[in-house]
């Protein structure tokens, strides 16, 4: 007996040891900052843009459509381990659109650390600072993908958005993180919840919801959780073989978003 609560005991210390240790090393197991694309950064260099926030300077770029007064203003926002540089190439040649696309605090030449609150807070600047500089035609559109498409989701709840494009898109992080890691006191830990499914009810805008099958990070059960909590139209596009990781290299994943903006 006196073994069995010895070995209770340590068990419960290293338990909570564990908890307290994935609570303090969060960011790093959420956020994984990239340096830019050297060669894409020199082929997009006239369209470079750079925005001031509380922890330093956004580093982003503004890619216009060929005819930007007849064309959407997209912004972007990429995932957890992506530098926006090489997507601001596959953008630019897959969506006649007026792009925005910045990248988070710490990733690319971006300044500060990421947060949910400093992710949030720096897409309404960007909207803020953008929509009334960049030539569109009246129509805005907010693009996430993965960690990207909570932080649409929040854009679209905070300003005047007319569609949505939410490409492996998750209820919360909360949830997808309860799914890895059942054996955690998941909604204690969690600091950036990133809760797209709390803000659905009221997104009273058309959204395209692009979803990788095969996604073994975001299984599709996270994207149809918030899908049918949306507030507005959605359509479901399912893509058949996709990981969460290849999706974007798929011929009807760009289909799909340039019949979206077309409609635009």
Known sequence: MKRMVTFLTF???GYVGLCALIFFVQDRMLFFPRPSDP?????????????????????????????PINAPLVFYFGGNAEDVSVTALDVSNNADANFVL??????????????????????????????????HNGKVVAFGRSLGSGVGAYLVSQRKIDAAVLVTPYDSIRSVARRHYPWLPIALLIRHPFDSLALAPGLDVHALFLVAERD?????????????????STRWVLIKGATHNS???????????RELLNGL
């Open 247 to 257: 999706i974007h290299v798929e011929t009807y994943y760009w289909e799909s978003i």
């Open 11 to 13: 068990a419960v210390i």
């Open 39 to 67: 060669h894409a950064v020199t082929r997009l260099e006239p369209w470079q843009r750079s925005i001031k926030t509380s922890e330093g300077t956004l580093s982003g770029w503004v890619i216009p459509a060929r005819d």
């Open 102 to 135: 910045m990248n988070y605090r710490g990733y690319g030449a971006s300044e500060g650390a990421p947060s949910e609150t400093a992710l949030f807070a720096d897409a309404l600047l960007i909207y803020d600072t953008l929509i009334d500089a960049t030539l």
């Open 216 to 232: 073994e990070i975001i299984p599709p059960a996270h994207a149809r959780h918030l899908a049918d909590h949306w507030g507005g």
